[in-house]
């Protein structure tokens, strides 16, 4: 247990100690809602603040467009063709994958549904897919319309294909023993388990590990939805063995609104010729692609998955934010945001009795996001803290979600947000 204490100048002197603080001097601060001065962000989970450096790595682009034209898909800074080649680092080092198992592509719900052409196979005795009873409704839709695309050539009932694991009643969050217990006893029946590496309403953070492993070793099949957890939490996406994962940029990763999508798909599966795919000249091999021929030959990487050429104005954030993640590295971020995420709860229990944390206390199953049901009337309460200048989400029915994103929120942050949500809970 950290040792914290409850002053605005204590606050200030662990932001003082903290080795990450100057990142936040590199993002843009939105205008305070209130008042005068920046306002208290705490919806990174939502829409990450924009890196400064993302206005000049669009400029660059757009010149290059004006002054090279389609010159620029060899001789702009960053040359076009081959873009997307640009991210392949940065984002193998934030979900823990190798550079051949990660692509940024498309959005996250078009992503879903690709991989699910190559991973959701079903049979007449395996059709099921496992997923959270509270997974974002795009997750709810995207598998329901799968299992119905395959459901009558296949043979089987669609209304009966998805199995949604519920909390204990008068429980919030799974536990991992019953997760497992529930996978055992559908897995002759299932074919894919999908669920959300951290849950967007909770902020729940599913043990990957052993639920990967549990799954495959009974023959089903595992995607990971890392929407909030791709760039919040450490992934091990290789060692772990999931199958294939997808994830949106837009939250932790900062790269803007409706940002390009991330994917993984595991190595093994990288050479299979057998697998369906629905496939693009931008997932062709390069060595032949130019040589427009009819046959798709797909390159032997994740880039196999992607369709069309990398819409570049949308990349360039993306590039800039993990250029960001690649220099503060996932590891020494984590590490900031289990305390400043504690000290947010450890606050909240003395300025906001009242308040009821959602989330897991234990910071091994949980991201920096902590989900609170505030006393009386939710929507109103969230409603008074925008009027003190703090912006958090609210999530139907009684959610209010904080989340304390160490690249830009300071200790002194989660202090003030502990003293408001006091001041409008009391
Ligand atoms: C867990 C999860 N899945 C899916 C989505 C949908 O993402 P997109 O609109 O990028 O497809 C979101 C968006 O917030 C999400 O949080």
């Known amino acids: 247990m950290s040792h914290f204490e409850p002053t605005e100048s204590f606050a200030r002197s662990l932001d003082a ?6 990142f936040r001097g590199r993002f843009c601060f939105p205008k305070n809602p209130a008042g005068r001065g920046e306002a208290l962000y ?4 939502s829409l990450g603040l924009m890196p400064k450096a993302t206005r000049e790595a669009l400029t660059q682009e757009l010149d290059d ?13 960053h040359p076009w063709l081959p873009y997307h080649e640009e991210v392949r680092a940065g984002l193998a080092g934030v979900v823990g994958a190798s550079e051949r198992e990660v692509v940024a592509m498309n959005s996250l719900t078009a992503n879903l549904h690709l991989l699910m052409v190559s991973f959701y196979r079903p049979t007449r005795e395996r059709y099921q897919i496992i997923i959270e009873d509270a997974a974002f409704p795009s997750d709810s839709y995207a598998v329901q319309s799968q299992a119905a695309f395959h459901a009558r050539a296949v043979g089987f009932d669609a209304s009966r294909a998805i199995v949604r694991l519920r909390p204990r009643e008068g429980e919030h969050t799974l536990r991992t023993g019953d997760v497992l217990e529930r996978i055992d006893r559908e897995a002759g029946r299932t074919a894919l388990l999908m669920l959300g590496g951290v849950n967007y309403l909770s902020g729940q953070k599913m043990d990957m590990g052993t639920i990967t492993a549990f799954a495959r070793e009974r023959g089903v099949v595992v995607g990971w939805d890392l929407a909030h957890a791709a760039g919040n939490v450490e992934l091990r996406l290789h060692d772990w063995g999931a199958d294939f994962a997808a994830w949106c940029s837009y939250k932790y990763l900062n790269s803007g609104p409706g940002a390009v999508a991330g994917a993984f798909v595991h190595e093994r599966h990288l050479g299979d010729a057998t697998l369906p795919r629905f496939a693009g000249w931008w997932g062709n091999d390069p060595a032949t692609r130019f040589k427009m021929g009819p046959e798709f030959v797909p390159v032997q990487s994740a880039d196999a998955w992607q369709l069309s050429n990398p819409p570049v104005l949308a990349l360039a954030p993306v590039r800039e934010s993990l250029a960001i993640f690649t220099e503060a590295t996932m590891a020494r971020l984590r590490q900031k945001s289990e305390r400043l995420t504690g000290y947010l709860e450890w606050l909240l229990q003395r300025t906001a009795p009242g308040v009821k944390v959602l989330t897991p206390r234990e910071p ?5 996001q902590l989900s609170l049901v505030l006393p009386g009337d939710a929507r109103a309460a969230h409603t008074r803290l925008g009027e003190q200048g703090v912006m958090a989400d609210f999530r139907e029915p009684n959610v209010v979600r904080v989340a304390p994103v160490p690249l830009y929120n300071s200790f002194q942050d989660v202090w003030r947000l502990a003293e408001v949500l006091g001041k409008v809970t009391g």
């Not at 100690?17 to 100057?22: I, K, M, N, S, V």
């Not at 467009?65 to 800074?77: C, D, I, R, T």
């Open 42 to 45: 705490f919806v990174g989970n």
């Open 65 to 77: 467009w004006a002054n090279l034209a389609v010159e620029g898909h060899f001789h702009a800074k």
């Open 17 to 22: 100690a903290d080795q990450l603080a100057a």
């Open 364 to 368: 091994a199953d949980r991201g920096c």
